[in-house]
DNA sequence: CCATAGTGTAACAAATAGTGTTACGGTCTA
DNA sequence: TAGACCGTAACACTATTTGTTACACTATGG
């Protein structure tokens, strides 16, 4: 589970436990992501504080969802993984007082601040019910490789 | 020089080296960015390799600009020190051959791209002039700290 | 023609962040 | 009460970026 495609990862767990509609251990989810159970309970840990899914001890216990697919945006997964930011404009700090520095900054702050927006939208609009659709679709029609 | 603040800090020495109109040594940079000699000439070459700057070896030489202030933009910087691509949609590959992570890459990808066609629009529209000006005009208005 | 002040670059050390692993405690249920 | 879960801390591993050292090359001034 490298180079931190921890949204692409989750919302693919996700739509597998929607389209299934049971629960999903750590374990299983852990097989699925070619990962160990451990980082599975970390990352899913931020999707239940933000109430996507809930976890259940003991015999039986496991992972599953809160509520539909439908219910369930790109951008919450985003949210519930990253937090408010989804681009950090990486400024320069060497001399806090340099206009030159400030004025840089500003401009690329708007710039990103721009392009996070876009991408607000565009998580905002795709829900996890689409997606799903979209798989099924796509393996009814044979197109699995 | 820490954070791959390397846009900002890149343009900041830019629009330094346009206003004041000389030459400038990697030793001399490198105070500016609180780092060291080869640090600047890494990063620099990547400005050079592109055409933004030249340098030049022996006793009196160093960097310098290769066209005025209002002939560059974020843009151009941006694509000398990571290339073509500004966002990198992080996707997920654990089994390629799934229909739902298919899916899920594929509406990620496309977010991502139209966020990227954002930042590039953006990125091209400010000239390091404009950023000189701006910061010309707040240091005379004196806000300096 | 050589001392000096530069760049170019390879090789390596250090810091950082993400990921993987082990270990152990808590919890539910058959 | 044993077994199958999650929760979490602590630590090892890995990759990437940044910093450092060292040395070769180049141009200039005296």
């Known amino acids: 589970m490298r180079q931190d495609g921890r949204l692409a990862r989750m919302i693919h767990v996700l739509v597998h436990?929607?389209?299934?509609?049971?629960?999903?251990?750590?374990?299983?989810?852990?097989?699925?992501?070619?990962?160990?159970?451990?980082?599975?309970?970390?990352?899913?840990?931020?999707?239940?504080?933000?109430?996507?899914?809930e976890s259940e001890g003991g015999r039986g216990g496991g992972w599953s969802l809160t509520r539909p697919l439908k219910d369930i945006t790109v951008l919450d997964v985003q949210r519930a993984l990253q937090g408010e930011t989804i681009l950090d404009a990486p400024l320069s700090n060497d001399h806090p007082s340099c206009p030159v520095e400030r004025a840089a900054n500003a401009k690329l702050q708007r710039a990103f601040e721009s392009a996070e927006q876009t991408l607000e939208r565009e998580f905002r609009k795709v829900t996890l019910a689409e997606i799903g659709e979209i798989a099924m679709a796509s393996a009814k029609a044979g197109k699995t490789g």
């Open 17 to 53: 436990m929607g389209l299934l509609g049971g629960r999903e251990t750590s374990e299983r989810i852990a097989q699925m992501l070619n990962t160990n159970p451990v980082v599975v309970r970390r990352t899913m840990a931020s999707l239940r504080q933000y109430g996507i899914v």
